[in-house]
Antibody
Framework: EVQLVESGGGLVQPGGSLRLSCAAS????????MHWVRQTPGKGLVWVSR????????NYAGSVKGRFTISRDNARNTLFLQMNSLRAEDTAVYYC???????????WGQGALVTVSS | EIVLTQSPATLSLSPGERAALSCRAS??????LAWYQQKPGQAPRLLIY???NRASGIPARFSGSGSGTDFTLTISSLEPEDFAVYYC?????????FGQGTKLEIK
């Protein structure tokens, strides 16, 4: 059974940093593209970032480019999202997502809440 | 980026009725369009990928159609558990984008 478990969310002040992790199991992690998607009540669902299975390709939404970094450790079956220079508008539930079809989210984690507030 | 516009924003129907949800893209996404269902407090669930392919475990009452810029998700006969929010999403071009959602509510 595919499992994606996010951790690392919490409350952070504007300008601060946070690192999300996603522990994956139940599939061959090193063969799959991995993604982060966030959701807010106001802006809906936004596909934040993606990383290829071999780490050669990473992409970011314009709203986070230059501030967020996606990475992965294929030996530890873990996906990361380093978030720097956080803003109030980054407040959201962040989901770890994957699937056999690249770019179609067949599997989602339970989500990690990130709140950016002073 | 490609903008996806869903209509209607809210659809009020009764169990047993047929539902048709629309998604229109600002430019062609070929067939690279997916549909998701989301219930309160849950992550989205993939229903349809590449316009018309049902994801694993999805009941046959869910079907998708369309290509290019116009797409439809059809639920042939609504069950009580189908009342939720539905999103379309394109993977034709980065950044991938979602529509704003259609809320399917019980009439």
């Amino acid at each position: 059974e595919v499992q994606l478990v996010e951790s690392g969310g919490g409350l952070v002040q504007p300008g601060g940093s946070l690192r999300l992790s996603c522990a994956a199991s139940g599939f061959t992690f090193s063969s799959y593209w991995m993604h982060w998607v966030r959701q807010t009540p106001g802006k809906g669902l936004v596909w934040v970032s993606r990383i290829s299975s071999d780490v050669s390709t990473t992409n970011y939404a314009g709203s986070v480019k230059g501030r967020f970094t996606i990475s992965r450790d294929n030996a530890r079956n873990t996906l990361f999202l380093q978030m720097n220079s956080l803003r109030a508008e980054d407040t959201a539930v962040y989901y770890c997502v994957t699937g056999s079809i690249v770019g179609a989210g067949g599997y989602w984690g339970q989500g990690a809440l990130v709140t950016v507030s002073s | 980026e490609i903008v996806l516009t869903q209509s209607p924003a809210t659809l009020s129907l009764s169990p047993g009725e047929r539902a048709a949800l629309s998604c229109r893209a600002s430019r062609s996404v070929s067939s690279f369009l997916a549909w998701y269902q989301q219930k309160p407090g849950q992550a989205p669930r993939l229903l349809i990928y590449d316009a018309s392919n049902r994801a694993s475990g999805i009941p046959a009452r869910f079907s998708g159609s369309g290509s290019g810029t116009d797409f439809t998700l059809t639920i042939s006969s609504l069950e009580p558990e189908d009342f939720a929010v539905y999103y379309c999403q394109q993977r034709s071009d980065w950044p991938y984008t979602f529509g704003q959602g259609t809320k399917l509510e019980i009439k």
